[in-house]
């Protein structure tokens, strides 16, 4: 597989399967591991890092085998390319922007991804569309036993796992649930449920994680620590109590504004796309915000124009790095923007 085979497929991540996909984007787990014997990356040498990047490569390319998946190594990779693989939640933007030896293999289906110093020596990742926990940790913990019988993990007996950020020590899992959320926001109920969610020691990010806005309604929900409560545990309180309340609170949005608001709701939805199928240039978050009512309209039966497999696709493709690799250049934020809009305008024609 090659890095330009991504550009022309749908992201596992706006697939748009399985469970709650109205309202849950994707699932996500990761495990944080770092090698015995070697620094922490944000104290390890040049010559530190390279060399446990040259001794996971090795070990990464014997656990994948004959199967056809993509390395790449971050310090030859463009830009673009860097961008893309964060624009398809296969790495993390912290390892697009960082410095020295580091690399990323990624599975054809990209539901598993191996992140080679990140933040920590190791990400271990699984992906999949909606609402899919127990596929995606059968999936982690495959690799995770497949590498830990070549590697000596960094383990405490008392703390678990040893990691860079004290919130990950003891398992070293970060489970992050993407949501679109655009009526809790309308409705001005968004607040509500980040604060609770806060209580319950949940991170809540935006769309490309930490430090990142909540841009077309998506939010990210992750558990903040990992000590004191095993992989299973954290796993099903996602599943069978989290997540369904979310879930439950933006339907209970929803319905609040077909009932009480039906005209302003269906002239949001409908402006939405006639901004979106008749611009002449349009930036990155004004695009996304568009698509958010357009989705929300389509998940609710109000708007029937286009489906939400083709939406998804322009969630995806409208986004810088996807846009110049369709285009086959570089283009300025001028230049992305009149050539997104022709794309919208293509797809959107009725």
């Known amino acids: 597989m090659k890095l330009d085979d991504l550009t022309g497929k749908m992201g596992e991540w706006l697939r748009g399967e399985s469970s709650m996909s109205d309202v849950v984007i994707s699932s996500r787990v990761r495990l944080a591991r770092n090698i015995a014997g070697y620094p922490f990356l944000s104290t390890a040498s040049d010559s530190e890092q390279s060399e446990v990047y040259r001794l996971l490569a090795d070990e990464v390319s014997a656990v994948v085998g004959d199967e056809d998946a993509l390395f790449v190594d971050m310090n030859q990779a463009d830009d673009i390319a860097r961008q893309l693989l964060v624009e398809r939640h296969l790495i993390s933007r912290q390892h697009a922007e960082s410095e020295g030896s580091r690399g990323v293999t990624i599975w054809p289906d990209e539901r598993r991804a191996l992140m080679i110093n990140e933040e920590d020596h190791l990400r271990i990742q699984g992906l999949r569309s909606g609402l899919q926990l127990e596929g995606l940790w059968e999936d982690v913990t495959g690799l995770d036993d497949a590498l830990s019988g070549r590697l000596d993990f960094a383990y405490d007996k008392q703390l678990g796992y040893l990691t860079a950020c004290p919130t990950n020590v003891g398992t070293g899992i970060r489970v992050s649930i993407m949501l679109h959320l655009p009526a809790m926001r309308l409705t001005k109920e968004i607040d509500r449920v980040i604060r609770a969610a806060r209580d319950m020691r949940l991170a809540v990010r935006g769309l490309y994680g930490e430090g990142t806005d909540a841009v077309g309604d998506f939010y990210q929900v992750s558990n903040q620590t990992t000590l004191g409560k095993s992989e299973p545990e954290i796993i ?17 949005a929803r319905e609040s504004l077909a009932e009480d608001h039906q005209h302003r709701l269906d002239d949001r939805i409908w402006r939405a796309h006639g901004a979106l199928a008749s611009a002449r240039t349009i930036g990155t978050e004004e695009t996304l915000a568009l698509l958010s009512h357009v989705r929300m309209g389509i998940q609710m039966g109000r708007f029937d124009l286009i489906n939400i497999q083709t939406l998804n696709d322009l969630f995806l493709h409208i986004q810088p790095a996807h846009l110049q690799k369709m285009a086959g250049r570089p283009l300025d934020g001028a230049g992305r923007s009149v050539f997104r809009a ?4 293509e797809k959107l024609a009725v």
């Open 236 to 252: 099903r309180s996602f599943e069978e109590n989290i997540i369904p309340k979310i879930v439950g609170y933006e339907r209970a």
């Open 342 to 345: 022709q794309y919208l305008r």
